[in-house]
C-alpha cells in the first residue's frame, strides 16, 4: 500500500521529466536545425546535409541580393537602436522620477505599441506613411522600427530604476549635486545594465522585423528579413540558415555582454 | 517620501514628452486612421462590420483564429507547467541550464525559427524520416500546411510567455503549504490538485492570457505553416490591403481584433486582482 | 500550573516503558552533505506529555521535529510512533498533527476549508465534516468565522486556526514548531495558557519547539534543551533551572555566574574547588573527582551580598559594586573582582529596604552550596 502510492509519486515525477526534456529538444532543434544547414554543401533544404560547406555564408557576402539586404537591415538598426534607447530610457526616467496624474496612462500608451498586435501596426503605419512620403526609404523604416522598440527600452529601464535605492539620488542632491550631475555621476551607472540591454533589445527587433518593414520597403530598400520572406515562399536556399546563424551568434555575445555588465554593476555596488 | 520637494521633480516629466509625441505621431495617429476607415470606406457607416459578422467566410476564419490561439494556449500550458515547475524546484545549475534554453526563441529570429520547422516537418523532413526508419509510420504523414503544422511553430514560439509569469508565482510559493498539506494527510497528487495547483493558478491565468492573445494576431507562423484551412484574422487583414486593398474591412477586422485583445486583457486583470486578493 | 503528574520521572532519565510512551527516537541523526544538523537524539514522549524543544536557532530543534513528522529523512535512527516504527510512511499516513512556524494556512481556502482539509483528506462525509469544523471553531474561540478567510484575520486568530486545523483529525500526537514566535508578548502569553488548557482538556501529546525560555518554563513537563544537533539535557523545568548539567544549560535558561576552578575534597555529595577567590563549594551534580577542572555555576537569586570583606564566610566571593538596576520587583548588583570577573546577585525588594548600598563600595557575596552547581569544565568550555 505505502509502497503504491510511493510509485505514483514517482510516475508523476517521471512524467514531468519527460516533458522536460521534450520541451528542451523542442525549443533547442530548430536551432540546431539551422546551424547544421548553414554549413550544408546542398544547394537546398535536405536534412541532414550531404556534406560540410562554407558557400552560404560566401553567398551572403557575394549575392548583391543578399547583401545589399543585410547593409539595409544594418543602417536601420543603428540610428533606431540609439533612437529608441534615448527617447524610451528619458521616458522611463521622467516617469519614475515624477508624480502627476495620468500617469498610469502615459505608461500604457508607451508600451502600447508592444501590446497592439503587429499586423494592425503595419496596415496603420502604411496608410499613413505613404502619404507622409516616408515609404520606400530608410527614414520611414527608421521611425517604424523606432516605435516597435521603444516599448522595449521603457520596460528594462523602468525595471531597473523602480529597483535602484532612491535615497542614493536625494543624498546626491542633499550633498551639492546638480540634477543632471546626480544623473550622470549616480542613476546612470546603476541602471546602464538596463539601458544597454534595452538598447540590444531594440536592435533584436529592428534586426527582426517583418511585418511592418514587408508594407512599407520597397525593393530598392529591402531589409533582410524581408528579403527572406521573398526567399520562403519562393525557392528556398540555406542563405537563410547562415544569416540566421550570424544573428544568433550576435545574439548570445549581446547577451553575454549585458550580464557581464550588469554582474559589473553588481559588484560595485556591493562593494 | 523624497527629500526633494514636488516642483523641481515635476520637471522630470517633460523628459516622457519626445517619446510620446513619436508615438502619437507614428503610432497612435496611423492606427486612428485605420479603425477610422473601418466606418469611413468606402462610405460611411457600419456596412464594413456587417459583412464581417454576417459572411460565413469571415465568421469561418475568425472562430479559427479563436480555436488555433485556444489551442495555443492549451498545449503551451501543458508543456509549459511542468517546465515552470522543474525550474522553481531544481538545483541553481539546472535552472540556468533551463533558463537559457527556455530564453533560445527569444534570441533566434522568428522568420528563422519558422523556416527550420518547414525543414523539420516537411514529408522529407528530419521527424517523417525518423519515423519512417522506425517502422512507426508506413508512410510520411502531413505535419505541415495544416493544423498540426501550425501548433508546433506557435507553441514553440510562445512557450516562454508562459513559462516566465508561471515560474516567478511558484519561485513565490511557499514550501510548508505543502508539507502542511501532506502532515494533514494528503497524498502527493492530491496535494497537488487541492494546494500547489490553485496557488499556481495565477501565474497559469496571466501566462495564458499572454499566449492567447498574442497567438490572436500572429501572422508569420501561421502563413508559412499552415494551410488554406488554417487562416487566422491578420492574414486576412493582410490580404484585404494586399490583394483588393480595401481599407474599410481592414480597418473593421483591425477594430475586432483589437477589441477581442482589451476584453480578454481587462477580463484577466479582473479575475488576477481577484485571486490575488486571497494572497495578500 | 497544573501539570500531568503521572509521567514525569523526578532525575529527568528517560523511562524506556513503551507501554505508555506514545513516541520514541532511537539514535536519530540528520547530515546535511558534509554539515551534521542532528547528533544522535534519543526521546521518549510519554502518553499525554507535554515536552518542549528548548535551544538557540540552529541546534537541531525543527530539524527533529520535521524528521517526526516526515518531512525529513533521517540519516540514521529510528522513529518509533506507539511502538511501530514510522520510518518507511510518508507524511500523509503519519497522522500527526503540525502547527508550522507561519501556520502555512492555505491562503485560497476559507478557515472552515483549512480546518475541513485533514477530514476530506481522510473521506470523512459532508455532513459529519461540517459538524466537527463547528466543534473545533467553538474549542479554538472562533465560533462564526468558518467563512473568512485567512488574510482576514489576526495574526492570533491565525494562530488558533492553525492550531484547530492540526487537532481536528484527533492525531494521538501534536508537534508544534514556534508556534508563538510571529505575535506580539501580551497575545503569546495568552495563547500559552490557551495551548495548555488545551492540552489538558484534550489529554494529547504535545512536542513543542521554540527558543524562548520562558515559554517553555510555563507550558512543559519536560523540556529538552538542544545545543549542537544534541540534547544537553533532559528533564522537569525544576531540575533543569536548579540542577543543571551543563554549563551550557545553566546559562542558557536563566542567567548564572560561573567560577572556574580544581576539584579539591569531596564530602556528603558538595564538592569543594580551588579557585583564584579561595576555596569555594557546590553540589556535586556531575560526578566529579579530586583533580577534574570544573566550573561552578550559581544562580544570581541565590547569593546574598554584603558590605565589606567578610574573608571568614565560607564560599565568598568579594569586589567593588559597578552597578545597580532598579527592577521593580528586584534590584540587580553587579560586582566586579580583582580578577576583573564581574557578579551578577538579586536582591528582593525587602533585602533592599534594609541594605542600602552605594556605588564604588566594597561588597561580597556568599551562597549555600546546595544552590551552586559543580559542573564538568570540558562542557563549559564548550
Redesign the interface.
Known sequence: MVASSFSSGRFWVRLRLAICSFAVIYLIAPLIVVLIISFSSAPFLTFPPPGFSMQWYNNLFTNPAWFNSLVTSIKILIPTSILATVLGTAAAYGLARSSFVGKQLVMGLLLSPMIVPVIIIAIGIFGVFRALGLYGNLLGLIIAHTILAIPYVVMTVSGSLAVIDKRLEDAALTLGASPLRCFRRITFPLIFPAVLSGMLFSMVVSFDELIVSMFISTPVVRPVTVQMWSNIRGSVDPTIAAIATLLFCFSLLALLSERAAARKVKKEVDE | M???A?N?????????????V???C?????????LI?SFARPKWGIQNYEVVLGRFVYLKVLLNTFTISAGTTFWCA???Y??A??MAHCSKRTRRL?IF??L??F??????????????LQK???INQTLLTLGVIAEPIALIYNRIGVYIGMV?VL?PFLIFPLYSVMLRI?R??S??????????????F??YL??TLPGLVSGGTLVF?SS??Y??TPA?LGGPADLMI?QL??RQ?STSGN?GM?GAL?VL??VV?AIC?GVVHRIIGVKT???? | MNKVPNVISKDGKQEMSTANSILELVGVRKVYGSAVAVEGVDLTLHNGEFLTFLGPSGSGKTTTLAMIAGLQMPTAGKILLNGQAVDPLPPYKRNIGMVFQNYALFPHMTVAGNIGFPLEMRGVDAAERKRRIAKTLELIGLPNMGDRYPHQLSGGQQQRVALGRAIVFEPPLLLMDEPLGALDKKLRVQMQLEITRLHRELGISILYVTHDQEEALVMSDRIAVFNDGKIEQLGTAKDLYERPSTAFVAGFLGESNFFHGTVSGLSDGRCFMETPYGQLGAFNNAALQVGDEATLAVRPERLFLYRGRDKKQENCVSGTLTDLIYLGQSRKCVLRTANGDEVVALQHAQQVEEASMIIGEEVCVTWNCADANALSHRTASN
Open positions: 523624497n527629500l526633494v514636488k523641481p521633480m515635476n520637471k522630470n516629466a517633460w523628459l516622457i514628452v519626445p517619446a510620446i513619436v508615438i502619437l507614428f503610432f497612435i495617429y496611423p492606427v486612428s486612421w485605420l476607415d501543458v508543456i509549459g511542468p517546465v515547475y522543474t533551463l534554453v527556455v533560445i526563441p534570441w533566434t529570429s522568428l522568420l528563422v525559427r519558422t523556416f527550420a520547422w518547414m525543414v523539420l522529407t523532413g528530419l514553440q512557450l511557499d510548508n503549504y508539507f502542511a498539506a501532506a502532515t494533514l494527510g494528503a497524498p502527493p497528487v492530491r496535494n497537488f487541492r494546494i490553485p496557488l492573445v490572436l494576431g501572422y508569420i508559412l491578420a487583414i493582410e490591403i481599407w481592414a483591425a481584433l483589437l485583445t486583457l486578493a486571497w494572497g495578500r
